[in-house]
């Protein structure tokens, strides 16, 4: 029911009465987006191989603009796998335009957007895995952050980061900014931005090299709950790396409500148990999203600054 409930908005009111952006999408009226371009300034040797995988149905509009903001990483070592679930918009002839490109294209039909995943990382061979929608981006940079944190923490399985929120426009309209890893949390609530999230192979095969295909809404969380299960070291890095986009061919909140409120309750029923109750839980929770607010207070000093984020 409490799903139901925060599916419903009355959580996000709480939320914006709190000044918590967390768990919100649309934060503020649309207004250019306040990071357009992210430098990278360090060693480029010895980066590991990324594989990444954008699936992709009728998504015309914004395809184009997620393959170009991953080519144009310019990464030294990139794997980069386009599955389309023969798409009937004009998205053929998209993807066609990017022929001679450094990426693989396929287009066959799939079961949904977890087998479309499953399908495409099957053809990969990086030690560092990822994917990214077809209707997202990445900020410039970002995989060189990527690789250069993997290659320098050998012991991390996971990591994350912050995020943007743009309209259809591509115009910004809210940002999450965590405050840091929680275990605890994550068993119960998934603040972690998919765009953002990155892992090695290793913990991939070791949680069972799959994403689950019988989950529509649910299945980036319930990913991170098995990766967690399988003993994972997970980071989280303070840096905008992932943009997420909100638009109206997005599954809908009837759809979210439907289904999607039941996936999340089973999925946090089963991952946190009786390990904790709801009081201690809750006060948890609240500290966190305290810690989140000194957070997004510090990026918006900083990007006034003009310093780095």
Known sequence: MRTRLSAWGLGGHLRRLLGVRLGRLHQHRPQPM????????????????ISLVTPSFNQASFVGKTIESVLSQGYPDLEYIVQDACSNDGSAEILGSFDGRPLEIHIERDSGQ??????????????????????????PGMLHTVGTYFRDHPEVDVIYGNRLIIDEQGREIGRWILPGHDGQVLRHI???????????????DKAGSRVDAGLR???????????????????????????????GAQKSQADFVRHGAHEIGT???????????????????????YAHRIADAAFDKALKQGESI
Do not use: C
Request: no cysteine.
């Open 34 to 49: 306040s990071v357009t371009a992210i430098g990278f300034a360090g060693d480029i040797g010895g980066l590991p191989r």
């Open 217 to 247: 809404f649910a299945m980036d969380w319930e990913l991170i709950l098995r990766f967690a299960d399988a003993g994972a070291v997970f980071r989280h890095v303070p840096r905008l790396i992932g943009v997420f986009r909100v638009h």
């Open 114 to 139: 977890a087998d479309a995943l499953n399908r495409g990382f099957a053809r990969t061979s990086g030690e560092i895995m990822g994917y990214l929608n077809s209707d997202d981006l990445l900020l």
């Open 190 to 204: 998934d603040y972690v931005p998919q765009e953002s999230m990155f892992w090695r192979r290793r913990i991939w």
């Open 267 to 289: 999925l946090r029923r089963g991952s946190y148990g009786a390990t904790q109750g709801k009081m201690a839980r809750l006060l948890h929770h609240g500290r966190f999203l």
